[in-house]
């Protein structure tokens, strides 16, 4: 009964923090970047309108992706779970998140010494795994919100 | 004549064997983790406890390896098909029998945690235990999926440089 009574406290709808947390970085990593350079192009009276997988090209969308890892892990550091599970999830966040910044580094290399380039294949190597970075970091937004109603009982 | 020699050259053409790239699993990983958390929004108690049963009836391992590596092979055939690749053997076999052996580990690591958790004085122990089995299981379904991938990448990696 008592397990019946925390579990009605825990992650729903009504208490969706994670939800305005993510759309604060969708909407810095993603849109603000693109309003951005439509509005520089309109300033400068250019024709210039780009779309998203122009602006992130050369895999600049795997950089968010590391920097939004960084910041989840940083949550999980700081949450009551056990050393084991905060140890996995870091680690795994860590990992997602290097591989999506791995993706800029290679469009860098591959521009950098001449080697065959494709800005196709970087955007959409970095925004399958900033997709994957995205989720991952909802789902562990949403334990985080499960546990720390638990902890706080 | 020509189309003749032409089909023939091409039918005689060896198929390259598949390179995958990170990008190919993590779509369908991210839709995967997603449909987990829209899970446990829908349905906060359904879905845990559904989970927590099935650790309980210690069918959550059996069933995750069964999910794992055909979710695992799927992909890697789909994209060996769609690429009109040869898939390899090894890769095969890794995408096989790695979600083993993560699960595996992954399982003595929740008995750990779980035990760890009992061990402490913080109150609501039993509830902190269910979180940490939810929280456990979506980490290694993940890990156990996007694992094999990442070995497999990386051990492309040793063998070329342009993929």
């Known amino acids: ?153 | 004549m020509s189309a003749a020699a032409a089909a023939l050259a091409l039918a005689k053409e060896p198929r390259r064997t598949l390179a995958m790239r990170l990008a190919d699993p993590a779509g369908t990983l991210a839709y995967l983790s997603l449909i987990f958390g829209l899970l446990l929004v829908s349905f906060p108690m359904a879905f845990p406890r559904m989970i927590i049963a099935s650790w309980q009836n210690a069918s959550l391992t059996p069933v995750m390896i069964l999910l794992t590596v055909s979710l695992n092979l799927g992909l890697y055939l789909t994209v060996a098909h769609r690429r009109s690749a040869k898939p390899g053997i090894i890769a095969a076999a890794c995408l096989g029998s790695a979600p083993v052996f993560v699960l595996a580990g992954l399982n003595f690591v929740l008995q750990a945690t779980i035990a760890h958790t009992l061990a402490g004085t913080q109150p609501n122990a039993l509830a902190r235990v269910n979180e940490e089995i939810l929280a456990h299981t979506y980490f290694a379904l993940i890990a156990a999926i996007f694992g094999p991938f990442l070995l497999i990448r990386l051990g492309q990696q040793f063998k070329k440089t342009d993929s």
């Open chain 1, 1 to 153: 009964m008592l397990a019946f009574g925390i579990y009605a406290l825990t992650a729903d709808w009504t208490s969706a923090k994670w939800l305005l947390w993510i759309g604060l970085y969708l909407s810095f990593g993603l849109l603000a970047p693109w309003a951005m350079t439509r509005a520089w192009a309109h300033h400068h009276q250019s024709a210039l309108q780009p779309r998203l997988s122009q602006i992130f090209q050369n895999g600049e969308l795997g950089l968010v992706a590391l920097m939004l890892a960084i910041s989840v892990i940083w949550d999980l550091q700081k949450s009551q779970y056990t050393p084991y599970t905060v140890a996995l999830g870091s680690v795994f966040l860590a990992l997602i998140g290097i591989m999506a910044g791995w993706v800029w580094i290679e469009s860098y290399g591959r521009r950098s010494i001449g080697i065959r380039f494709r800005p196709d294949r970087a955007w959409r190597d970095s925004r399958n795994l900033t997709f994957l970075v995205f989720s991952v970091a909802i789902v562990t937004e949403i334990l985080l919100d499960r546990f720390a109603k638990v902890t706080a009982l």
